[in-house]
């Protein structure tokens, strides 16, 4: 079937043998004359190659759409590709082409080498055969391969976009191709696929000029929307090598599959973490007191405190569910209300249901200040229900909704369990520490804990802050935010290191930030934007000092919308606020003065709280009774 094309390469070879006298340069420049017949092949695979490039912040955007329903990004790609009219399987017919020319090769090759021309005996000899110096050829084939590989990683528009496992995937299977080929076959045939993948370096080139993908290709866009999956598919972090199993696979595909497999599903809270428990603890044990519902427990932690509190509470339904396939699972979600603390839902990677459109979705608030200056732009767009923690999220939402045009949302007066149960634990810490005949503090205790961001107090004016505050008989003790130790270690330990002569018990760097009981046991708070101030002062009654470093701004249209951030407001409220560079003269007398007028502060922060929460002390039963009504409703319609 092959002898009218080996017919035809014989009539290519003779007239270049004829003229160069030398079949290794024959071979060289037949492969040269092959490449440039075959040249409106590789331009057509070249137009292809950046059609596929062109399309793939669209394909990028419909795996992050459909992230983890395999199903539904196969239909949507497959339609993509018919709409483009791009053909996945082109890029292959080169290396059909080239496997059917080296067929056609052999009875040349052996034509050429029964001649018993001098110097031909050589390109006959096969190295599983006749061994001896033909082992080079495959060792060449193979490296001729690597050549064409990394070239290709860096000049075609097609693979250069590939990841890293693709090109070593392909690159691979090219070089091991190669390398098999050079065992089995004829050297002078091993040597034409040498020559053939170094060629192939230059056509690319070519096409390259040709078709310029630059031209076509919107980089920017490509690049925006790879950042997006890349951030998607890294949600697990750092993952073992690919040979070491997932211990957890096979728990999560179980309870992933528990989930669905319940039908009727009223009530469902989905934590980020164990850490989340403490927000939704109120409602869920409302619930479980003055209902018979079944409460569903969606965490991302396999570790999370409610799988122990469900041995105990058989109504409680735990699932443990990695990031990843949380994005599926909310996509498929099919329950009558769903309670989460997670901002932005359906602007990035946790969507709405898409199998059904009247589920409730309430936002659990996880802090009690602003919701304009810090929080994004459409952080709640997507939610049906906020259960706010105090008038002052009410009246910010009502403003963000006026100047968005958007329609208003149920903004539920629920108050916050979390504070109620803080401020019950700090009057029972208050009453042991009195029953025992001590106070607690006896020693003033400043406590410096900032926020994390970028020009903080521990990098901006930490030694103003702390140095005037040592030798007065009170103990200081520096509580870093966690994500400041994790991102910044080396600064974190070279502030340790500048100090380290100071005693423990004038300066104390914490160490330990699964307790709150330093921020219990302070009498004055000094930080810069963090939110700690307000589980600090309206739980112990106990002033701040706010070191007005630049501002955490999420959202950089919020004065638009005419209401006060709160974030701004409550600094002068619950303590006092002065710049940076004021620091070091005035923070000392601020802090005794504080110290001295520990009653008035005690009446002014008390007087606050009062009007700064809803339902004090009975947050959690609010947010109760508004879920069990509202899953009463769903279930009533």
């Known amino acids: 079937m092959l002898q009218p094309l080996s017919d035809l390469f014989a009539l290519i070879l003779w007239p270049i043998q004829g003229l160069t006298g030398n079949w290794w340069v024959t071979i060289f420049l037949f492969t040269v004359v092959i490449k440039v017949v075959l040249m409106p092949l590789a331009l057509w695979v070249q137009a292809n190659c950046i059609r596929m490039v062109e399309i793939m912040p669209e ?30 399987m082109l890029s292959l017919i080169p290396l059909a082409v080239q496997v059917i020319i080296l067929f056609g090769l052999v009875d040349v090759i052996h034509l050429i080498t029964e001649g018993g021309q001098p110097g031909t005996e050589f390109l006959g000899m096969v190295p599983v055969e006749d061994g001896g110096a033909s082992w080079i050829m495959p060792a060449l084939a193979a490296l001729s391969a690597v050549a064409l590989g990394i ?48 060629t192939a370096i230059l056509v690319q080139l070519a096409c390259n000029l040709i078709i310029d993908p630059k031209k076509t290709i919107d980089y920017d866009e490509l690049a925006a929307s790879a950042q997006s999956l890349e951030e998607l598919n890294g949600l697990q972090g750092a993952k073992d090598a690919w040979w070491k199993p997932n211990p957890l696979a096979r728990r999560e595909k179980r309870d992933y ?17 164990s850490g989340f428990y403490k927000y939704f603890r109120g409602a869920i044990e409302f619930l479980l007191s003055h209902s018979d519902a ?15 509190i469900a041995e105990d509470e058989p109504r409680i339904m ?12 909310f996509m498929k979600m099919d329950a009558d209300v769903v309670v989460t603390t997670l901002g932005d839902l359906d602007n990035y990677y946790i969507k709405r249901s898409y199998v059904r459109d009247d589920i409730e979705y309430v936002y659990m608030f996880h802090h009690t200040t602003s919701v304009n ?27 963000i909704e006026r100047y968005r045009g958007l329609p208003e949302k149920r903004l539920v007066k629920a108050g916050y369990d979390l504070i109620d149960r803080e401020i019950a634990d700090y009057q029972a810490r208050l009453a042991g520490a009195k029953a025992a005949g001590g106070a607690p503090g006896a020693r003033p205790t400043i406590l410096i804990a900032p926020s994390w961001q970028e020009g903080n107090v521990l990098d901006s004016c930490f ?10 008989g009170w103990r200081v003790v520096v509580r870093p935010h966690p994500e400041y130790t994790k991102r910044y270690r080396a600064r974190w330990e070279a502030l340790k290191a500048r100090y380290e002569g100071v005693p423990e018990d004038e300066l104390y760097f914490e160490r330990d930030f699964s307790s709150n009981d330093s921020i219990l046991a302070a ?69 005794e003065d504080m110290l001295t007028h520990r009653d008035e502060w005690r009446e002014r922060i008390e007087a606050i709280r009062r009007d700064f929460f809803f339902n004090l002390g009975h947050g959690g039963e609010a947010a109760g009774e508004y879920l069990l009504e509202a899953m009463l409703s769903a279930q009533a319609e």
């Not at 990028?60 to 996945?88: M, W």
């Not at 990841?163 to 076959?185: D, Y």
């Not at 994004?376 to 910010?396: F, K, S």
């Not at 030694?463 to 007065?472: D, K, N, Q």
């Open 257 to 273: 599959k528990r989930f669905f497999n319940f039908v009727g599903k009223h009530i469902v809270f989905y934590s980020e973490g």
């Open 523 to 591: 009498d004055v708070l000094v930080t810069d934007w963090s939110s700690t101030f307000a589980e600090f002062g309206f739980t112990t009654l106990k002033p701040s000092i706010f070191i007005d470093t630049p501002a955490k701004v999420a959202n950089p249209e919020w004065e638009a919308y005419g209401c006060p951030s709160t974030d701004l407001t409550l600094r002068n409220e619950v303590g006092v606020s002065f710049a940076p560079e004021d620091v070091r003269e005035r923070i000392a007398g601020v802090v």
């Open 463 to 472: 030694a103003e802050i702390v140095e005037p505050l040592m030798g007065r």
């Open 59 to 88: 394909i990028n955007r419909i795996k992050v759409a459909h992230f983890g329903d395999n199903e539904a990004i196969g239909e949507a790609q497959t339609a993509l590709y018919k709409e483009k009219h791009y053909h996945p």
């Open 318 to 329: 735990p699932y443990y569910v990695s990031e990843k396939r949380a994005i599926t699972l």
């Open 151 to 198: 070239a290709q990683n860096h000049i075609n528009p097609l693979q250069r976009e590939q990841s890293k496992a693709e090109q070593r995937s392909t690159n691979g299977l090219s070089v091991a191709l190669a390398f098999v080929l050079g065992l089995f076959v004829a050297a002078g045939m091993a040597f034409y696929w040498i020559c053939s993948n170094l």
């Open 373 to 399: 200056m810090t929080s994004t732009v459409g952080e709640y767009d997507h939610y049906d229900t906020l259960l706010c923690t105090g008038p002052h999220q009410v009246a910010e939402m009502r403003a």
């Open 294 to 308: 079944l409460i569903h427990y969606v965490t991302n932690d396999p570790e999370d405190q409610i799988f122990e």
